[in-house]
């Protein structure tokens, strides 16, 4: 006798699991980011834009943010150990820039554009000698306990399955995931995606301290 499919998350109302990796327009229309100001800076050539931070503190999706405003402008991801081709156009968007030989940023900033760049380190004085005005921002000092929380349940609603419950998390583990990771959103995430994958039934997602 055939054992019937089951889908991995219906049991919890959901489609997939939340925490897991998004598609980058998805991982953009989620952001719960403001870009308003950013978005004004860059629309005219001139101007650096600096994401600065550790890794998984939320540069990149700042980053896709302020790209979803410019559909058509280049985006670049950096792989560490190649060379990476950064098309023309305005605003030019280059996710992990440090990576980027010194040579080659020196070329990409002396472009007649602007720019947004994700960086694990400041470019201020490159910015500088460039002719452009700086401006940095640090993902991480916009966390918050509050913050996260809609972020958190906006991943939730988003891979929600149909009407009633899902899984849900306390205020208590959003702290205790802050106090663990500090600034590491993507740390947090991936602990979120392991407990949701053990969780049985609807009712609040915890975390192993």
């Known amino acids: 006798m055939a054992v019937p499919l089951t889908l991995p998350y219906?049991?919890?109302?959901?489609?997939?699991?939340p925490f897991g990796e998004l598609e980058r327009a998805e991982?953009?229309?989620?952001?719960?980011?403001?870009?308003?100001?950013?978005v004004e800076c860059v629309r005219r050539p001139g101007v650096a834009v600096q994401l600065l931070g550790g890794s998984g503190c939320g540069k990149t999706t700042h980053l896709l943010a302020i790209h979803r405003r410019f559909a058509s402008a280049p985006y670049v991801k950096v792989i560490d150990g190649t060379?990476?081709?950064?098309?023309?156009?305005?605003p030019v968007h280059v996710d992990d820039a440090h990576l980027l030989a010194s040579s080659e940023r020196r070329r990409l900033l002396h472009r007649p554009a602007s720019f947004v760049l994700?960086?694990?380190?400041?470019?201020?004085?490159?910015i500088a000698r460039s002719g452009l005005r700086s401006v940095v921002v640090r993902p991480h000092q916009l966390l918050s306990a509050d913050l996260l929380e809609r972020v958190f349940a906006r991943r939730v609603e988003a891979a929600r399955r149909g009407p009633g419950p899902?899984?849900?998390?306390?205020?208590?583990?959003?702290?205790?995931?802050?106090e663990r990771w500090g600034p590491d959103v993507r740390s947090m995430e991936r602990a979120l995606y392991e407990a949701l994958a053990r969780l049985e039934e609807c009712g609040y997602v915890r975390v192993p301290t």
């Open 10 to 17: 219906a049991h919890l109302n959901l489609r997939r699991n």
């Open 166 to 178: 899902v899984p849900r998390l306390a205020r208590s583990t959003v702290e205790a995931l802050i």
């Open 27 to 38: 991982r953009a229309e989620l952001a719960e980011v403001e870009v308003d100001e950013l």
């Open 83 to 90: 060379r990476a081709r950064v098309p023309f156009g305005h």
């Open 118 to 126: 994700t960086t694990q380190c400041d470019l201020s004085e490159e």
